[in-house]
Structure formats: structure tokens, C-alpha cells
């Protein structure tokens, strides 16, 4: 897959002609005198000041974006390295971070690494090139080694992992409360009185996905009326599609996705079938809440809301840019949201 890179910066004053030298000509002054005016500087008389601040204004002046960084060593540009921007998830966690940068002066550099651990890394070095300010990324699930992310540390550059993160600890991290969610899902079946659930789970290298399917097995296991639990990984939609046309010769009367990629997969094989949902097959996911809403009835879905995750993850970065160096892993609240199709 190939690198997509967006760029959500102000680009004016690359597209302004209007420097401090031609203000100067204009009135006369000194390059310094009309820099120092432009800052408020006590030095420059009231009056000066006023006659710089209008010409620039006339003449749509704004200050070199990379000249000032190169000054303060701040870019005010954060770099966001996620597997794909399409997925609903992802996007919802992007238009939060974008949100809450714009609000606080900052930029967002989106890019994605296509769950490409050679890209990544490529991706990683682009940030570094662009002085990143700091780095909100969700590893792919073959990336094993994330020193290369650790030592950005030592540019003072620091570093949210979210959604996919790495397990070791001394990392920031923030996260859907994955086993939480799955507990809540399984729970939910157990109270529909269902005997044969499909479970269909992510990458079974990703933490997210160990942590899912523990939380989930565990939870159905432990029911005294015993319920038959069928397990199988998908790490795509199409994956997912061909899991389910595998195990419907087993009869299966309840489905459920560990994500809406996966859903997607599945709910494909039961229109195809001409199954109904959910008098012939029952359907359960966790998601952010879009895909459930495609179908009819609704999917019941356990919420994991990319843009409460991204304000998280943004509130997070902020704490280390403030100097925190406390080391956690965050989550945000689970909510079972009821459909049609349990």
C-alpha cells in the first residue's frame, strides 16, 4: 500500500509575497523596527507601530512560518501515523486531534502507514524531518520494535501511542477499554440465552485483540449454562467474509465482531445467505457506531468512540508538552447502545 500524507497546516505564507524588506521600502523604516513593531515591542512609539501593523494588514502580511521555528525549535506541528484514514474509527480519532490542535495553535501532519512496518518508519523519519512538535501513532500489527519511536525522547519529543499499542510499559498509551468491551458484549449474549456464538476476532499479535478475546472466552466460559463458543481471526473485511462462510455450516445462532472492519465481512455473508437478523442469526460488534447504523435492523454494538479517544490522546500530549513525565495508559468508558440485532 502506499504512503498517503496529508497535511492540515497553514500554507499562506508560503503563497505570501509580502516580506518585512518590502514593508521597509514601503515606509522607510528598518527591517528590525518593523519586526520589533509587529511584536509590540516597547521600544517602537505607538504611532510607528500603528502604520506598520496597518500596511501589513493592507498588504495580507504574515510571518515566515518555518523562520520562526527555526528560532523557537517549535514547529507547533503534530505527526499522526495511523493505519488507514477510511476506516471510521480512525477518521473520527483524526477530526479530534485536528480539532483540538487547531484550537490550541498547533497543525496536524496526517500519515498512513498502511499496517506497513517499512512505512512506518519512513513515516517516522518524515515527522523528524518536519521538527514535529510531538507524535500520535498506532502501530501495525508486525511492528515489533518501537525503539525507533522511543527515541524521539531524546529530541524531547514525545510520543502517544493509541488504539494498537506496543505492551511494553513505559510508554504512553491510550486506549478503548478493550476488555471491558468485550465483557460487556459477551454479557449481552449470555442474557439473550444464546448456545453457539462465532467469535471473530482481529490479529491475534495485536494487544488489542489478546486483550478482547481473553475478556471475551473468559466471560462466556465462566456461564453456568454452558454456551459453545467458536473462535477465528480476521485481520481484514475480507477475511472476516470468508470466516463466515467457513463456519456457517456449524450452525452458529449469534455473530460476533471484535470490530467494523470485521463486521462489514460478516454482515456481507448474511445478506448473501438471505439470513435474517436476528430471527435466524443474531448479530454483536464493537464499534465506533457508524457501520452499526448501515443495517437493518441496527446492529447492537458496544461504543468505543474514535473521538472520545483522540480528546484523550490530545489531553494526554498536552500533559507531557507541560512537562509531565508520568508515565500511564488511559482509557475511555464503554456504553452498550442497543439495535435490533441481538
Not at 51 to 61: G, H, I, M, N, S
Not at 225 to 241: F, M, P, Q, R, Y
Not at 287 to 314: D, M, Q, R, W
Amino acid at each position: 500500500m502506499c504512503k498517503f500524507f496529508l497535511t492540515y497546516a497553514n500554507t499562506s505564507s508560503y503563497m505570501n509575497n509580502t516580506t518585512l524588506k518590502k514593508i521597509s521600502e514601503i515606509l522607510g523604516l528598518s527591517i528590525s523596527t518593523i519586526s520589533r513593531a509587529l511584536k509590540n515591542h516597547p521600544d517602537i512609539s505607538d504611532k510607528t507601530k500603528q502604520r506598520v501593523v496597518e500596511l501589513a494588514e493592507t498588504l495580507d502580511y504574515e510571518p515566515n512560518a518555518n523562520a520562526i521555528n527555526l528560532r523557537t525549535s517549535n514547529s507547533k506541528l503534530f505527526g499522526l501515523i495511523v493505519p488507514s484514514i477510511s476506516n471510521w474509527f480512525y477518521n473520527a480519532f483524526i477530526a479530534s486531534v485536528e480539532e483540538e490542535s487547531r484550537k490550541n495553535g498547533y497543525s496536524l501532519m496526517i500519515l498512513q502507514s498502511g499496517d506497513d512496518p517499512l512505512i512506518e518508519i519512513t513515516n517516522l523519519k518524515l515527522c523528524r524531518q518536519n521538527r514535529i512538535t510531538g507524535l500520535f501513532v498506532c502501530i501495525s500489527p508486525d511492528t515489533t520494535n518501537i525503539e525507533p519511536f522511543l527515541k524521539l525522547k531524546e529530541l524531547d519529543i514525545p510520543v502517544i501511542f493509541f488504539d494498537k499499542v506496543p505492551e511494553i510499559n513505559n510508554c504512553n498509551k491510550v486506549c478503548v477499554a478493550d476488555s471491558l468491551s468485550a465483557t460487556m458484549a459477551a454479557n449481552a449474549i449470555v442474557n439473550k440465552k444464546k448456545k453457539k456464538v462465532l467469535g471473530i476476532f482481529g490479529n491475534p499479535h495485536l494487544l488489542i485483540t489478546k486483550k478482547r478475546l481473553e475478556a471475551f472466552q473468559n466471560t462466556i466460559n465462566e456461564k453456568v449454562n454452558k454456551i459453545k463458543l467458536i473462535t477465528d481471526h480476521a485481520s481484514s473485511s475480507v477475511e472476516a467474509e470468508e470466516i463466515m462462510l467457513r463456519h456457517l455450516k456449524e450452525k452458529p445462532d449469534t455473530i460476533f465482531c471484535m470490530s467494523d472492519e470485521i463486521l462489514i465481512g460478516a454482515m456481507k455473508v448474511v445478506q448473501q445467505k438471505g439470513l435474517k437478523v436476528p430471527q435466524d442469526i443474531a448479530v454483536i460488534t464493537i464499534s465506533n457506531g457508524g457501520a452499526p447504523k448501515l443495517y437493518y435492523p441496527e446492529i447492537t454494538y458496544v461504543e468505543t468512540s474514535g473521538h472520545k479517544l483522540g480528546k484523550l490522546a490530545f489531553s494526554s500530549m498536552m500533559a507531557c508538552l507541560g512537562g509531565s513525565t508520568f508515565i500511564q495508559e488511559l482509557t475511555i468508558e464503554s456504553l452498550l447502545v442497543e439495535g435490533g440485532s441481538l
